[in-house]
């Protein structure tokens, strides 16, 4: 699974977007995006959490 972590708007936040498959029907790659509030490294860790659930399969990609 890959995860990518890049500076928000305003100070302090964090997007970031990790890999969630593929669709199942159109085949298309789908990616969860998350806004974070903290710091860097702070960013760092719930990425990797996010990384893990998702490798996991519990992270859900919504309309």
């Not at 969630?20 to 159109?26: K, V």
């Amino acid at each position: 699974m890959q995860g990518s972590k890049r500076k928000g708007r305003r100070p302090g936040t964090w997007e970031l977007r990790v890999d969630a498959g593929e669709d199942p029907l159109t085949r298309k790659r789908q990616q969860k995006s998350v806004t974070f509030h903290g710091t860097s490294r702070q960013a760092d860790v719930a990425l990797a959490e996010l990384i893990t659930k998702s490798a996991r399969g519990q992270v859900s990609v919504g309309q």
